[in-house]
């Protein structure tokens, strides 16, 4: 089903210059880093297979974004939650826009695009709430229920605005019972 033309700006050829000498002689090999995530007691050490660069004029060694999207999912991995490429995914799945994807989730369209470039990871609710966005049952009722007059309102509750003689005579009724032991 993967038959469409859309580019895939991942898989384009690209060459790379070094950030140090200008030069394009940059090979790319895969090593994997550790690297720590979080601070004090909660550190962990984490590890990820990160493209690296080598200049073959000066010999600089450097990674760029694609080293920090790897860093990045390796740390979605540790909290267990949907990695960026996975919320886009879910996203394209519903055939939508960012824009579209906000108005029918009621998700910012900033904080959604946050998540996409990994510039934000989702807390665990909203990770389970994309979780039940990747259910096409759920698109539904979500569709239906914005397009139904108004909210589900909850059971009719109410409260007294004043406290009548006749209300404090029932609550006085009520609040008697546990005192009567009082012997
Ligand atoms: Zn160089």
């Known amino acids: 089903m993967n038959d469409n033309n859309t580019p895939t700006p991942e898989q384009t050829t690209r060459s790379f210059a070094c950030p140090s000498c200008g030069g394009t002689n940059v090979i790319t090999t895969t090593q994997t880093q550790e690297f720590t995530y ?41 909290l267990r939650v949907m990695t960026p490429h996975q919320i886009r995914d879910l996203r394209l799945l519903h055939e939508c826009s960012q824009a579209d994807f906000a108005e029918l989730t009621q998700l910012g369209e900033a904080t959604i695009s946050r998540w996409e470039r990994g510039a934000l990871i989702q807390t665990h ?46 609550m006085t009724r009520f609040s008697l019972v546990g005192c009567m032991t009082e012997e």
């Not at 962990?44 to 760029?64: H, N, Q």
């Not at 790897?70 to 979605?76: D, F, G, L, S, T």
């Not at 994309?130 to 096409?136: K, R, T």
Request: glycine residues 6%.
């Open 38 to 78: 979080g601070v004090g007691a909660d550190a962990v050490r984490l590890s990820a297979e990160i493209p690296v660069r080598r200049c073959g004029d000066c010999r600089f060694e450097f990674y760029d974004r694609e080293g920090e999207e790897a860093r990045h999912e390796a740390v979605c991995r540790y």
């Open 125 to 170: 609710a909203y990770d389970n709430y994309l979780y039940l966005l990747g259910f096409e049952d759920n698109i539904r009722r979500l569709r239906q229920r914005s397009q139904r007059a108004g909210p589900l309102l909850p059971r009719y509750t109410y409260r007294a605005i004043q406290i009548t003689a006749e209300v404090q005579n029932r």
